[in-house]
């Protein structure tokens, strides 16, 4: 099969095409042959070297979909010919098969894209876990999704109106703007637009807001903390750098920042964020949004493409056809 491999740390172009075989399954392990791939900017940290000690060589990403191959001994959860997206795996994402254990791969019905199933793992993982798990999000609060036009903030924006809150969204493009507003925002802010923020108490009642699902801390987590309501919490999701905050602002209004990593997540709740994406996906509730498609080969073009600001949710790959 053909995968991109990663064998030194550094920009796009550190990835290549290359040929290796295809993997087989052990007990309890699933082979899915790949439809979409998704990608996430967490791809081009581990790809810089910038995510810790990653062991070289590796083949890049956590997300995909597709359909299943071949199923090891013990495989119960899933059969041969299953549509599956896939929430990890054992040998990455960046190619046509993937090996994954049989907890990793998860259902989807035929109402669902592939492309559209290579856009929910992480995004919509991270996007539940944000908002309920860490940020105890109540019906009737108010929310404000700090760049709602990616794939994480589409996600959080969706999982929100599920759940009753009252939505207000940022983007920074007319298009973006559009986009959060037919997937429901009751209110949208170009975070482009100097003073955006001075329109919150207005919003709001003069209250502030409940719960901030914070996509770029560094640019936001200090302005974050001057409109959040008594009792309010910021979730922040991702660290791009440092951030500089006055300690005053959360004392004045007993706010909490909270942090939320994705992979440091109990497996039991693990489990109840992909009963809820099930559920939502049979629903129709859940809509993932997919803005750009690309060939594998074009790998290192995704990865520039991922970076730039005003995305509109989800980037996927399309793994190379066979021969």
Known sequence: MKAIHVREFGGPEVMRLEEIADPKPGPGQVVVKLKAVGVNPLDTYIRAGRY?????????????AGVVEEIGQGVKRVAVDDRVYLAGTLTGAYAEKALCE??????IPDLVSYKQGAALGI???????ALF???????????LIHGATGSVGMATLQWARIAGLTVIATGGTDQGLALVSAHGAHHVLNHNTPGYLEQIPE????RGVNLIVELAADINLGKDLRVLATGGRVVVVGWKGKAEI???????????????????????EVTGIHAAIDSGLVSGTIRPVVSMELPLDE???AHDSV?????????VLIPVKDR
Request: hydrophobic share 35%; proline share 12%.
């Open 246 to 268: 006055d300690p005053g602002d959360a004392y004045e209004r007993e706010t909490a920042i909270i942090f939320m990593s994705l992979f440091d997540a109990p497996p039991q």
């Open 123 to 129: 995004p919509y993982t991270a996007a539940y876990r």
């Open 52 to 64: 810790g000690k990653w062991p070289l060589p590796y083949i890049p990403g956590f997300d995909a």
């Open 133 to 143: 798990q860490r940020g105890r999000a109540l019906a009737g609060e108010t929310l």
């Open 102 to 107: 049989e907890s990793q791969v998860h259902p």
């Open 203 to 206: 919003l709001t009642g003069g």
């Open 299 to 301: 790998a290192s073009d």
């Open 307 to 315: 970076m730039l600001p005003g995305a509109l949710g989800k980037i």
